[in-house]
């Protein structure tokens, strides 16, 4: 019965690849995001989906790329890995984007690039 | 831009001390504002909320009052348990898009 899953929950490649990391909310909310947490815990938004349209988009380079399939899932593809993109990833829904929705968060997918 | 600020940690107690973890918050647009809690090696879990102007957000044993005069919304314990060991996120959301911006976190670890 978990609300937000993500997959995997680690990930270790090397620089230069490509990797996915999968996003799904069993909570029939409208709005999804994806938020980067640095290694000194900061946390900031990178994209936001509202009924699958791109509402959020942070200054990101454009070797991530977040692709929803429908509703309920939002995924993060991230091109050509740099020793910078090593970072916690958290996925998160919430049933509206006004103000006061509050926000559910999957357990994050550390990423090490070596 | 909107912003939060929340008091640097670490911090750290001894178990039943009060605890105070200050917030301050950029007031355009008339935020909702929120506490998140992070336990080692877990995502992030909505502790309180409070949507307006002197609402009381509480939740085991925490509490926040939304500030308006000062933009504050301080996260207050009368005593807290090992187990609230913890980092601990003050957000504010609201503007365009409503993007939900958080403090830089704080470290609490409490002793027995």
């Known amino acids: 019965d978990t609300a937000v899953s993500q997959t995997p929950k680690y990930l270790v490649t090397q620089m230069g690849n490509d990797k996915s990391i999968k996003c799904e909310q069993n909570l029939g909310h409208d709005t999804m995001y994806w938020y980067k947490q640095d290694s000194k815990k900061f946390l900031k938004i990178m994209f936001s989906y509202n009924n699958k349209e791109l509402i959020i988009n942070e200054t990101v380079p454009n070797r991530f790329s977040p692709k929803s399939p429908d509703k309920a899932h939002l995924n993060l593809h991230i091109n050509s890995l740099e020793l910078g993109d090593s970072a916690v990833y958290f996925c998160?829904?919430?049933?509206?984007?006004?103000?006061?929705?509050?926000?559910?968060f999957g357990p994050g997918t550390r990423l090490t690039v070596t | 831009g909107n912003s939060v600020t929340q008091m640097e940690g670490p911090v750290t107690l001894s178990e039943e001390a009060f605890l105070t973890i200050n917030c301050t918050y950029t007031a355009t647009g008339y935020p909702s504002l929120f506490w998140y809690v992070q336990y080692p090696g877990e995502g992030l879990q909505l502790l309180l909320k409070?949507?307006?102007?002197?609402d009381k957000g509480s939740n085991k044993g925490f509490e926040a009052t939304y500030r308006k005069e000062t933009t504050s919304f301080h996260l207050e314990k009368g005593s807290v348990q090992v187990s609230d060991s913890a980092v601990y996120f003050c957000a504010r959301r609201g503007g365009s898009n409503y993007k939900l911006t958080f403090g830089k976190g704080t470290l609490l670890t409490v002793n027995p």
């Open positions: 409070a949507t307006k102007a002197d």
């Open positions: 998160a829904s919430s049933r509206g984007d006004r103000g006061s929705d509050e926000q559910y």
